[in-house]
């Protein structure tokens, strides 16, 4: 490690013994705030903008303290909830169809169900969902954050009683349905199947007669026949079939959603393809797909003039893309894939690219890469070469991932392009990574560093010290 004579490294734990163990000198044990301290916390926290005691006591004398609506949830956590504004609120209920435990990806589910309005049509409604998302993860609802996936889509858990406190709130327009429920109020607006027995049986007529649904999730293997589920007139903007082992083609009848926003089809590995008129979806802004394809329809994905997502999970067959209006492309588990050094310069509205164990890639070795000048967030993992050849296309990344890279001894010097705008970098499971190279030190926006189980690397290169705005530094072997 780099670092000056007289350099200390300061530790923090609540357990003595433990310090007593990992400490060279005796522990500093802090004592506890005084009740002046404490109450200064809270008017420049919590409550710096109410300045009136009667606002104060709003909260001591609110009725949902004495409240036995639900045993379950706890009386602040409620007051919590009815603190929110509106339109969270509304976000907060809706997670409440998702299992206990379920990855939620909150900023696409709240773009597809309109729970997320701009003021005006200049403003980007995905990025108005991830504002959303901050906020209430500011305000310790959500847990368990993935902090590089959540570049691409905002990625997190509620904690069991936030799970309980969702559902309590959720009112007659969410329901989750299962084997002991038949019928579906017509007030429902979003569904989700758990633990329901599809075998041999169609989908609940209530749910088929239902034209207002907005959201069908199924979070169980077997839907069973498709053919029912879609209704000319229905206006779902949110379909989840993920997971599922059974279905082998979509109905055409899909191509009739003309509100859907979402569509997740990922991970039905029989799934032979994509219907022919999938174009037809003008409001599709996500897709997940994985299919036996080898290329998409011609009036496929390119013809998605609203899309903006497009994530493509282990499709072995997979070959070739065709261009689109895309920001976020995911790539995983397609091991056939090639891309024409021509196909690239079509997408110049790309942030973000992820691209991990796609063995025919040799990512970075096109000319027209130059093209993706506002590109972000990039994530490599799992390829067999990384061209270190100097791109020029690089000076708005933000944020970089090289993951399960064998051949990678170094970064690659086309980094150096993106000094000014770089603040996130994670090296993973690269084997031969030995060396941080001398012009790290020209990443002078950087934040935050971290590599891991990266055996070949034992130092950090002189200029560490001019990384004056790293905040995180993390080693891990």
Known sequence: MVGSCGNKILVTMRNEAVA?????????????????????????????????????????????????????????????????????????????????????EIDTVGVAEGLISPFDESEDIEHIGIEYFQELLSRSFFQDVEEYRSIFTSICKLHDLVHDLALSA?????????????????????????????SGKELP???????????????????????TMFVENCIARYLDIS????????PNSINKLLSLQTLRVSHCAQLEGLPNDIGNLISLRHLYITTKQACFPDKAIGCLSSLRSLYIY?????????????????????????????????HTALENLLVVDCVELTLLEWQDIEGLRILRSLVIGVLPELESKDVQCLGNLQMLVLAGL???????????????????????????????????????????LEISKCRELFSLTEGMSCLTNLKVLRIDS
């Open 20 to 104: 007593s163990v990992i400490g060279t000198v005796p522990a500093y044990c802090l004592k506890g705030l005084l009740s002046e301290d404490c109450l200064t916390l809270f008017l420049r926290s919590s409550l710096q903008m109410k300045t009136y005691e009667w606002e104060w006591n709003a909260v001591k004398t609110h009725d949902m303290w004495n409240s036995n609506q639900n045993d379950k949830i706890s009386p602040a956590l409620r007051v919590s909830y009815e603190r929110l504004p509106s339109n969270l609120k509304v976000c907060l209920a809706y997670c409440s169809i998702f299992p206990k435990n379920y990855v939620i």
């Open 170 to 198: 959720a009112g007659v327009e969410f329901c989750t349905v299962n084997s002991h429920i038949q019928n579906i109020s017509d007030e429902v607006r979003h569904v989700a199947f758990s633990d329901y027995d599809f």
């Open 205 to 227: 007529a209530s749910l088929v007669s239902n034209r207002a649904l907005r959201t069908i999730y199924f979070s169980v293997d077997g839907v069973g026949p498709m053919s």
């Open 243 to 250: 997971a599922n082992g059974r279905i082998k083609e979509l």
């Open 314 to 346: 282990s499709c072995n067959n997979l070959v070739s893309l065709s261009e689109g209006s895309l920001r976020t492309l995911a790539i995983i588990g397609c091991p056939r894939l090639t891309f024409s050094p021509s196909s690239m310069k079509y």
């Open 406 to 448: 064998p051949e990678l001894v170094t970064l690659p010097r086309w980094l150096e392009g993106a000094s000014a705008t770089l603040q996130y970098l994670r090296v993973e499971r690269c084997p031969n990574f030995a060396a941080l190279p001398k012009w790290l030190e020209n990443l002078t926006s950087l934040e935050k």
